[in-house]
Each structure stands twice: as C-alpha cells, then as structure tokens.
C-alpha cells in the first residue's frame, strides 16, 4: 500500500476498509444466525414444544440489536462510493450500481419489512407466519449477501460488461454479471463462514450457560445446534468453498496468488509455507517451514503444476501490501483449522454425551466466539489487498478511483467522525448484547420499579398472565 | 427511457421523504407532544420496528441512482462531501437512539435518547431541507461537471454558492414546518390521549404556518430560477403534482376538521407527494443546475448509462417495486390502528 499520508487514495480506501470491516461484524452474525431461526421455529411448528419458542425468542432479541447496527453501519457504505469513489462510480456505476439497487429491492425491502415481525410479531402472526417471517428474514439476508458479492466478484474477475463510446462501463450481458462464476465460489464461501460466525456465537452462549449452571435446557440445545452447524460450516468454509476460491485466485489472479503465499520466484512443485515472513525489500520469504508440493497441488491440481512467481510480473502489477496480505491469508488459514479440529473434539464429546461434563471444552468454546469474527475479517483483508492495485482487476486502477474534489482533510475528518462513533456504537451495542445475554432465555419475572413497572400490573393480575404477556409479542 | 427513469428515480426519493418524512417530523416533535416518559415511549412506539423499512428507500434510491445516473451520483455526492456525512451520522443516531432507548427502563437513560432522537430527527429535517434547496437553486458546476462548495460564502444564490443562502435556508425552514406538520398528523394517527390531543393542536398550527411559508418559497424559486416555471407549464407531470396536492389540500382539511385521521394522514402524506412531484418535474431534464453557467449542468439525458444498461435495468426493477409494494401492503395491514406501549420483554418500544 502506499501508505505516504499526502495519498488521498489512501485515506478514502482507509475509510472504507475501516467502515467496511465494522459493518460486516454485524450481518456476519445475523446471515449466519438467521437459520437457526428458521430451523428452530419448523421446530417449534412441528413438535409444539416450548423450548424452541423459548430459544427463537431470545435469539431474536440478539438478532434485533445485530440489525439495527448492520443498518445504521451499512447505509454509508452506499453513500460513500459517491462521496469518496466518484470516479470509481463515473466508470462503473452502470455496472456495478445494477447490484447495488438490486440488493435494495429485492433483499433489503423483504428483509426489513419482515424483521420487525419476527422481533415482535408472534402472537398476532400466529405461529405458521412467525415461521414464515423467519424464513422471509433469512432469505432477505442472503439475498442481500448475494448482491454484494456479485458487486464484488466483478471488482475480482469483472464480466458481462462493455466499454461504452465514451471509455464509462455499461453492462453488455445481465446474466453473464450475475452468474459470474467468481461470485458463486465466493457467495459459497463467505456464507459458510458467515453460519461458522452465527454458529460459534450460539456455541459459545450455550457453553457461558452451561458452566454458570443456569437455562441447562436451552443451554444443552445451543451446544448440541451449535457444535454441530459449526463442525458442518468449518469443513465446509475450508473445502470445497475455500478451495475453489484459491483455485478461482490462481486461475484469474496468479500475481494475487504468488503475494499471497510470499513466492517470489516461480516454479513447479511449489510448497505451501506454514511459517514464514516475506521480506519484500529482499524480494524473499523470511525462515520458511514449507510442505513441499503442496501449493501447486491446491491451485493447480498436481504436485508439478507450475506456480508463477512475482518476480514474472512487473512491479507495479503486484499487490501493493504484500506482507499484509500474506498474514491475513495465513492466519485465517490457521484460524480455520483450529475451527475443524475445535468444533470436530466437541462434536465427538458430544456424540458421546460429555459435553456438558467437561469444563475446560465449555471454557475454549465459550472463548472461541471472537474467532470467527477475526477469520471473517482476515478473509475480507485477503480479498481485497489480494485485488490490488485495481479497484477493476485489470481494467481500472484504485489510485484513479477516489474522488479529486475531495481534499484529504476531509476524509482524515469524516474517518476520525467514523471512527469516534462506532466507538460509540460498539460500547452500547455490547452494553446491551450483555445485559439481554445475563438475562437469558428463560422468563423472568422480575417485579421491577418505576412507573412502565406500574403500568404493567394494571394490565396483568397473576404471575402467570404476566408470563403470558412478556412472551406475547409487542404490537404498534 | 431516460425521462422514465427519472420518474422512477425521482419516485423512489419521493415515496422515501413521504415514507421518513413522518419520523422526522415525529421526532422534532417529541418533547413538545410527549410531556412524561411514558407519553415519549407513545412517539417511539409510533415510530416504532418500522423505522428501518423506511430508511431502506433511501437505500433503494441510492442503489438504483447508481445504476441509472452514476455521473449524477458521482458528482453530487463528492461535492456535498460534508454536508452528505451529517445526513449519514444524523441517520446513524436516528437510528441507534430508536433501537437502544428502549432497552433500559430508566429514566435517565431513555431521556438522553429521547433527546438524541429529537435532536437527530430536527437535524434530518434541516439537512434534507437544505439538500432540496441546493437541488432547486443549483451548486457551482464546473466544465468537468464537478464542484465542492463550503458551507456559505456571501447568501447570494448565483455565481459560488454555498450550502446555504437566503435562499436554502428557507426551503429548510419550509421543510422543518411541513415534516413537522406531517409528523403531528401522523401521531394523531397512531396515539391516544395527551400525545394524540397536542399533536392535533400542532398539526392545526402547523399547517397553517406552512401555507404563508409555501407562497414565499414559490415566490423565491421563480426569483431564483426564472427559467423554470416556463418549462415547468408544458409538462404535464407538473400539473399531475400540482393535482394530487389540490385533491391532498381537501383531504387532510376535511380530515382536520371532521377528525377523520386516517383521511388526514393520507392526504398528508400526498401532499409531500404532489409538491415533490411538481418539483421534480419543474427542474426537468436538468438534475443539476450550475450556477456558474448553465451550459455546465448535469442533464439526466448527460449523466444517464448506456441505453442498454437502463433496457436491461427495467427488466427487473419494476419486479422489485412490485414486491416492494406487497411488502408496504402487508406492513399497513400489520401496523395499522393505535399504538400501544405495553411492556412485554420484546425489545424496545
């Protein structure tokens, strides 16, 4: 990266990398936590029992928060191809700004228009609509998913264009833009760590209330849900999705591919390092433990598939952060691992009926939710620094895509902006995520003071119809 | 193909202040309507799990402005820069003190982010006011079809504007009033007692105060763009506007008057529709207007994508729009009658 600080590129990608990585903390959870939603709910539809209810209605509350902040975090994201990539949107708009307006009205009206319901609606939809509501959710967020990685496998691998009479891009092919192959193995791949996200946060809050001895039945249903979407989804994010995707990067983007394993000369019967740091200046990867073969088996299929090199390439073609491209790379590789092994040991103690029966398994998977987070984000890193330096590959680069009419004050100022309110943000949002997580999934009826207190026992007479209400729904 | 898709650009803009412009208005309005906590969690409550599907036409707008007149986007929204991160931060507090007041039942807490919401919401009103202003009086366009402007320079509104002037400031004026206004009705509308009883004395005061208001900003425009009324005459989406304002006029007057809330509130809300409509259609083809020289503004016909991008474009947005509409159809169903704020464990209200 060129990070001299008079670069105003630098400054609009630092924006919208730091904007951008927030934000994605939020749907990551809630794309990945609407399933169990849903599942939980044909649960509840079709055995009748309590516990699923109970579950759904907890989960929904954490669900509600992780949506409002995804919201409120998203909308400048849409803004800020304008205010800060106004030449990016110049070029592409007719292209890219397709995705953008379909994510809008196909996912974004289905999933706001339902979430509401599905928060608050549960009595009065009846529980056949509240499953429906559920499912609208789900679908919406994925829907939503799906547009913006098709945005973004275009920025990878663009396709189904054409360069108009005056140099701008307009779309020649829509299907051929949407069934971007590129965005297919992405979609899978990042769906999958987005359910191994939503299933570790489940997990994990079984686990907390597990070792304090408190909800044992919901407790027992997040653990047994959880281990076992998270063993499902770690496999899957790993292979096939995640093999596809280093293939699809050293297919189309060899350069990406060499930067990212810190090959700087090419060869055949590569191997995959599993330590080492690349020295860039010295044009060499630093103390390399390797596999031997192994790089050129996963990208190219056999053990003497030839792996190019960025010494094959001119300079200025290279991604310009190599060396943080390379850690990313490698430690959500890492990351990912540890998931399978993690998730494999609990799903087995579980088979096993000891999952409950020892503490120090609860403790790592209690501890394991931050994890996810940081591999989605490190999957993201490796993504994008892997495509520079285009904002297109191969057709536009990020150095001609920000704004000339913006000064770099402005950006440094909207950024520290950014910066103190997500601050902000994040300190409510875990303030309260906590306070509804200490709460729990199980009713409790508290007899609390102040005059909402009073106003509640004017409308409920036993301790049973007080239940009953707080399990209803809200109605406006 | 581009003058319908500037009707449909414009449409999604319109639908989203008629749809938000109640929650902004609701919101300026907070501590006047709603005197004790309880009556404040009344306001919220009307506001509501609905708050995000209306925010998401703005999204819808932005998206489809980007695929439809990205040269338009591109432009303006650089060279709003600032101005365009306060509507982002207004709207991320908006947002944040809707879903997080509610939370605590305290006091104190749900007083500071009823505080945030009014402030937030006034703020909003303010902003969208001016960027209307802009649009109507022009923004200093260069020959590149750029420009950055500060906040004011001398209030004059020809040559090197600046955000505001004589001008924009009292279409911001006008527009605190009408959402207000709008607003009140809306909360008539949704709430009982007090609430309900001061926003009926508001949205009476209110919308009398828009009327004078409405004159003196149709007089300014015809000051400010001398241009515009004569193109604005041959088009008949002009006069469609101007319609659906007389017929809205009639509606939320004799719903005022004859307590018929539901009829008020509809004729409110197509009375923003009908002055947008007139507006949108008066500055036509021109997006933009510089005020520099006029051969420098952004046409829709200059700033659109290839024809073959808004063919295909149309292929699928109406699809959407239709399930759009499915989903509002089911929502007014779900959401309709008076609020209540009964607390029942399920989040905020």
């Known amino acids: 990266m060129n990070s001299n600080i008079s670069d105003p590129a630098f400054w609009s990608r630092f924006q919208f990398g730091f904007t951008l990585t927030y934000h994605y903390l939020f749907p990551q959870l809630t794309m990945g936590l609407a399933w169990f939603l849903v599942y939980w709910k044909w649960r509840a539809l079709k055995k009748g029992d309590e516990k699923y209810?109970?579950?759904?209605?907890?989960?929904?509350?954490?669900?509600?928060?992780?949506?409002?902040?995804?919201?409120?975090?998203?909308?400048?994201?849409?803004?800020?191809?304008?205010?800060?990539?106004?030449?990016?949107?110049?070029?592409s708009g007719g292209v890219i700004g397709q995705t953008l307006a379909m994510e809008g009205m196909f996912a974004f009206f289905l999933e706001s228009a339902f979430v509401g319901a599905l928060i608050w609606g549960e009595k009065r939809l009846g529980p056949r609509y509240h499953f429906a509501a559920a499912l609208a959710v789900a679908l919406g967020s994925w829907l939503s998913g799906f547009f913006i990685l098709v945005t973004n496998a275009f920025m990878q691998h663009p396709v189904g264009y054409r360069s108009e009479s005056n140099g701008l891009l307009g779309i020649a092919s829509l299907s051929g833009y949407l069934l971007n192959p590129w965005a297919f193995v992405q979609f899978a791949h990042n769906q999958m760590a987005a359910l191994v996200t939503g299933s570790f946060v489940v997990t994990a809050v079984g686990a907390f209330y597990a070792l304090r001895g408190l909800h044992a039945t919901q407790a027992q249903l997040y653990l047994r849900g959880g281990t076992f979407v998270a063993l499902i989804s770690s496999v899957l994010v790993a292979f096939p999705t995640g093999d596809q995707q280093a293939k699809m990067v050293g297919r189309h983007q060899p350069v990406t591919l060499a930067a990212m394993e810190g090959k700087f000369v090419g060869g055949s019967r590569v191997g995959v390092a599993v330590i080492g740091q690349p020295n860039v200046a010295a044009r060499r990867l630093e103390n390399p433990i390797e596999v031997p073969g192994a790089l050129s088996f996963l990208a190219y299929g056999t053990f003497s598939s030839y792996v190019h090199g960025l010494e094959e390439y001119p300079a200025d073609a290279w991604p310009d952060n190599i060396e943080l491209l390379y850690y990313s790379f490698h430690l959500m590789i890492t990351l990912g691992t540890i998931f399978i092994v993690l998730m494999g040991y609990a799903s087995l103690q579980n088979w096993r009926g000891r999952l409950t029966s020892s503490p120090w398994l609860l403790w790592a998977l209690m501890l394991a939710f931050p994890f996810p987070y940081i591999a989605n984000t490190l999957g993201w890193m490796t993504a994008e620094l892997g495509r520079q330096p285009w904002l297109v590959y191969g057709l536009f680069r990020t150095r001609d895509g920000y704004s000339k009419v913006v000064s770099n004050g402005d950006t440094i100022f909207t950024l520290i902006g950014f910066i103190g309110l997500y601050f902000v943000i994040g300190l409510l949002f875990l303030y309260l995520e906590g306070r509804e997580i200490a709460h729990g999934p199980d009713e409790v009826v508290v007899a609390g003071g102040g005059a909402v207190a009073s106003s509640r026992q004017e409308v409920v007479s036993s301790p049973a119809e007080l239940v009953a209400n707080r399990n209803g729904e809200r109605f406006v | 193909m581009i003058a319908t898709w500037y009707v449909?650009?414009?449409?999604?803009?319109?639908?989203?202040?008629?749809?938000?412009?109640?929650?902004?208005?609701?919101?300026?309005?907070?501590?006047?309507?709603?005197?004790?906590?309880?009556?404040?969690?009344?306001?919220?409550?009307?506001?509501?799990?609905?708050?995000?599907?209306?925010?998401?036409?703005?999204?819808?707008?932005?998206?489809?402005?980007?695929?439809?007149?990205?040269?338009?986007?591109?432009?303006?929204?650089?060279?709003?820069?600032?101005?365009?991160?306060?509507?982002?931060?207004?709207?991320?507090?908006?947002?944040?003190?809707?879903?997080?007041?509610?939370?605590?039942?305290?006091?104190?807490?749900?007083?500071?982010?009823d505080s945030v919401f009014a402030f937030s919401n006034f703020l909003l009103g303010i902003l969208f006011g001016v960027a209307a202003g802009n649009v109507g009086r022009g923004v200093p366009l260069d020959a590149e079809g750029t420009f950055s402007m500060t906040f004011f320079t001398d209030f004059r509104v020809r040559g090197y504007v600046g955000l505001l002037d004589w001008y924009t400031v009292s279409v911001a004026i006008f527009a605190v009033v009408i959402l207000a206004a709008h607003g009140a009705t809306y909360l008539m509308l949704k709430t009982e007692g007090p609430v309900h009883d001061r926003s009926a004395v508001w949205a009476k005061y209110l919308w009398s105060a828009a009327v004078p208001l409405f004159l003196a900003i149709s007089v300014e425009s015809w000051v400010v763009r001398p241009d515009v009324p004569e193109h604005a005459i041959s088009n008949p989406f002009c006069w469609l506007g101007l319609l659906i304002a007389v017929g809205s006029i009639i509606a939320l007057i004799s719903g005022l008057s004859t307590r018929r809330e539901t009829r008020a509130f509809v004729g409110s809300s197509a009375l923003l529709v009908g002055l947008l409509v007139t507006g949108a259609a008066a500055i036509f083809p021109v997006m933009l207007y510089s005020t520099i020289a006029p051969s420098n503004s952004l046409t829709a016909y200059g700033v659109a994508s290839s024809h073959k991008t808004l063919v295909l474009a149309s292929f699928w947005w109406p699809v959407g729009f239709v399930l759009a509409t499915a989903y509002f159809v089911f929502i007014s169903r779900r959401y309709a009658g008076k609020v209540s704020v009964k607390r029942d464990a399920q989040g905020f209200y």
Request: hydrophobic share 55%.
């Open chain 2, 8 to 113: 449909l650009v414009s449409l999604m803009l319109i639908i989203y202040v008629a749809l938000d412009g109640r929650n902004f208005g609701a919101g300026m309005l907070h501590w006047l309507v709603a005197r004790t906590p309880e009556e404040r969690r009344q306001v919220v409550a009307a506001i509501g799990p609905l708050w995000s599907w209306h925010e998401v036409w703005l999204v819808g707008f932005g998206g489809t402005l980007v695929a439809v007149f990205p040269r338009l986007m591109a432009s303006a929204f650089a060279g709003y820069y600032l101005a365009l991160f306060l509507i982002l931060w207004s709207l991320i507090l908006r947002g944040v003190s809707i879903e997080v007041g509610g939370h605590i039942d305290d006091h104190l807490w749900q007083g500071f982010w």
């Open chain 1, 53 to 91: 209810d109970k579950a759904v209605r907890f989960w929904a509350k954490i669900f509600g928060l992780n949506f409002a902040v995804g919201v409120v975090t998203g909308i400048p994201m849409e803004f800020q191809f304008g205010t800060n990539w106004a030449s990016f949107t110049r070029y």
